[in-house]
């Protein structure tokens, strides 16, 4: 089993910035994906930025590209995601997950088996 809980949620002006972490915990290994995704009233859950857990490889959604950031702790089992220049649109409820290492698509959703119960981010025009 793995264990998800995320932080640093919040509200914030056009233009400003929050860092999300996600601390993992239990049957989590190297090779194990790790995803930020994102859910806002009337949408789908989309996938936001990922990283294959004790490799230098990542993933980010078009929507941002060069403004969001994923980083990982091998030691401390966490994930972050820098977010920066936050846009009105970026206003939803971000999620943590945790996926095995045959995850192919680190973006979907359906890829992922373990799930945070999410942190807010408001952000204000």
Same mark, same amino acid.
């Given at each position: 089993?793995?264990?998800? +809980?995320? =932080? ?5 002006? &056009?233009?400003?910035? $929050? *860092? +999300? =972490?996600?601390? !993992?915990?239990?049957? @989590?290994?190297?090779?194990? %994906?790790?995803?930020?995704? *994102?859910? &806002? ?7 936001? &930025?990922?990283?294959?857990? /004790?490799?230098?490889?990542? =993933?980010?959604? !078009?929507?941002?590209? /060069?403004?969001?950031? @994923? =980083? ?5 089992? #966490?994930v972050d995601l820098q977010m920066n220049s936050l846009k009105p649109e970026d206003s939803a409820m971000y999620y %943590? !997950?945790? /996926?095995?290492?045959?995850?192919? /698509?680190? $973006?979907? #959703? ?8 999410? #942190?807010?981010? #408001?952000?204000?025009?």
């Amino acid at each position: 089993q793995v264990q998800l +809980l995320e =932080s640093g949620g919040g509200s914030v002006q &056009a233009g400003g910035s $929050l *860092r +999300l =972490s996600c601390a !993992a915990s239990g049957s @989590i290994y190297r090779g194990n %994906c790790i995803g930020w995704f *994102r859910q &806002a009233p009337g949408k789908e859950r989309e996938g936001v &930025a990922a990283t294959y857990f /004790g490799f230098d490889v990542t =993933s980010y959604a !078009a929507s941002v590209k /060069g403004r969001f950031t @994923i =980083s990982q702790d091998n030691a401390k089992k #966490t994930v972050d995601l820098q977010m920066n220049s936050l846009k009105p649109e970026d206003s939803a409820m971000y999620y %943590c !997950a945790a /996926g095995d290492s045959t995850v192919a /698509g680190p $973006l979907q #959703t359906y890829e992922y088996e373990y799930w945070g119960e999410g #942190t807010q981010v #408001t952000v204000s025009s």
